[in-house]
């Protein structure tokens, strides 16, 4: 079930140069919420003032109290104003939206990798997977250490990832793809979840394949409607491996076929057979 509410900012921190996080009292969504799912935010300076709602995953929840978090990194306008909202104020707030991440079992070994903010949806992720009996291991990733996600929600969960700053000085000095290759050399898991910067993810896809492993990314299109009416998020997806799709086929080439689908709708999360 869809909702559209006012929510009531409960708590705005600044987590970093340009990373926030934001406490929104959404009990209904809360309710109903998914890990991998989003919601969309009207942020509006005034007026109509920007016009299109921004889309931001579900970072954590506490359903007791119907409070929903997000952790956001500010890039542009949207992004620049609702840094600017103060505890107290409202915002208008739709969701839950899109696919969520789906397939873990008990009994699992799972491996999550995440780019800088694209640490987001993992974190509902976790928290749903701890105490389930599943082993999981989360490898952090991101340009500059004060752009790291993460990291203290995770050791307060109990979880120690494993950190990969591309300019060091911390953890493995490199990109968490290649952290992700060392890994894989050395252990072998029953599944991935995923989500970071599209460039970031095709690479996760590919080693993936070639270690056989199966898992899920979530996507991060640029969005319009959130509700899938519009098409402008839609991302080309390896035909015959999902369940529900657009009927838009591009070519009639023999080789593996391929479809648009709405990221908003069939996605965020796909499967790392459907996409790259
Ligand atoms: C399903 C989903 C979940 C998301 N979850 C989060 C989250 O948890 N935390 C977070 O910080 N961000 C998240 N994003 C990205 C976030 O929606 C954008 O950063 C935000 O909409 C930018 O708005 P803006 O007005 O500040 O930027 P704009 O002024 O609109 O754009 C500024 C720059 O950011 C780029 N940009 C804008 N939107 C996106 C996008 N969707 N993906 C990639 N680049 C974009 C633009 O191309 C431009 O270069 C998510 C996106 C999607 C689709
Ligand atoms: S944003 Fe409109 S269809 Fe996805």
Redesign the pocket.
Known sequence: MLFSSKSEIVQHQKKGPA?FRIDLHAPEICGEARPGQ?VHLK?EERGYH?L?R??????DLDRQEGVLS?????????????SQKRQGETLEIMGP??RPFTQWKEDQKIIMVAGG??Y??LNFLARELLGRNIKLEVLLGARKEEELVGEEDLKAMGIAPEIAVEEGPRGFAGRVTELLKRKLEEESFHRLYS?G??SMLKEVTRISREKSLKGEV??????ACGVGACLG?AFPVNEGSSESKLEVSIGESSGPKTSYQR??VE??TFSLEEVF
């Open positions: 990373l989003f942020v920007p299109l921004r889309p931001f995953s579900i970072y997000i952790t956001y990194k500010v890039v542009g306008l949207g992004t620049e104003i609702l939206l899109g903010v694209g987001a949806p989500c910067p599209c979530s996507l991060e299109s640029i969005m998020c990221v908003c996605g965020p």
